[in-house]
């Protein structure tokens, strides 16, 4: 039982690249969700779904798409990447009800 | 939306006196209340969480927190700290169970 796992760890872009940030759960979590988190600034909810298919924006979703196509899988993707979201990001699942969030390890991302 | 203040980014304790971290939280209505640590370059763990019913809160670790309406607050307590508590430490408040609120973080330094 993996939990909930990120890659990569670690990545370097340069500005105006794309990429995505890999979420994998293997605990058949309904709710999923992404977060940055900046020094000072705690941790801010970037998009979540409540399903496969099913996907809303949080509190800071410009520059970042998600979708979910599956229950295990919720990739975030960064379209045109800015020096801004340089960032460390966290995915994280739980099941239904108000239970607990299970994190993964996080993805540090430097935009330069 | 939800705001959460936690007093004090930096919090300083010796080994064996009383960790007391404090999280105030903005609502109209009582909303679900959790503290989440975070060890470094980890992903958050789950410390403890209110819901309904008890005020005071037992988690992992020998942490409480206890839940007061009347002072919108959630703060965190242990009797007697140990070293291996040195970690950050986040206050989280949602309404519905899927929109997340996080402190900024108050870092725990255990001095020996």
């Known amino acids: 039982n993996a939990g909930v796992t990120q890659t990569p760890k670690f990545q370097v872009l340069k500005t105006g690249q794309s990429m995505t940030l890999q979420c994998a759960q293997d605990?058949?979590?309904?709710?999923m969700s992404w977060y940055r988190q900046d020094p000072g600034m705690g941790l801010r909810l970037i998009h979540y779904?409540?399903?496969?298919?099913?996907?809303d924006q949080g509190e800071v979703p410009n520059g970042y798409n998600v979708s979910r196509s599956t229950t295990e899988d919720f990739p975030l993707r960064l379209l045109s990447a800015a020096p801004s979201q340089t960032s460390v990001y966290f995915c994280?699942?739980?099941?239904?009800?108000?239970?607990?969030?299970?994190f993964g390890q996080g993805t540090r991302l430097t935009v330069v | 939306a939800q705001s959460v203040t936690q007093l004090g980014s930096h919090v300083s304790v010796s080994e064996g006196a009383l960790v007391l971290l404090r999280c105030n939280y903005s609502?109209?209505?009582?909303?679900?209340l959790f503290w989440y640590v975070q060890y470094p370059n980890q992903g958050l763990q789950l410390l403890l969480k209110?819901?309904?019913?008890?005020?005071l809160v037992k988690g992992i670790n020998g942490f409480e927190a206890e839940f007061k309406k009347s002072e919108t607050s959630f703060h965190l307590t242990k009797p007697s700290a140990h070293m291996s508590d040195a970690a950050e430490y986040f206050c989280?408040?949602?309404?519905?169970?899927?929109?997340?609120?996080f402190g900024t973080g108050t870092s725990l330094t255990v001095i020996p």
């Open positions: 779904s409540v399903g496969a298919g099913i996907t």
């Open positions: 605990m058949n979590h309904e709710y």
């Open positions: 609502s109209s209505v009582p909303p679900y």
């Open positions: 209110y819901t309904t019913g008890a005020t």
């Open positions: 989280a408040v949602s309404d519905d169970g899927n929109q997340f609120y």
């Open positions: 994280a699942s739980r099941g239904t009800g108000i239970t607990e969030a299970f």
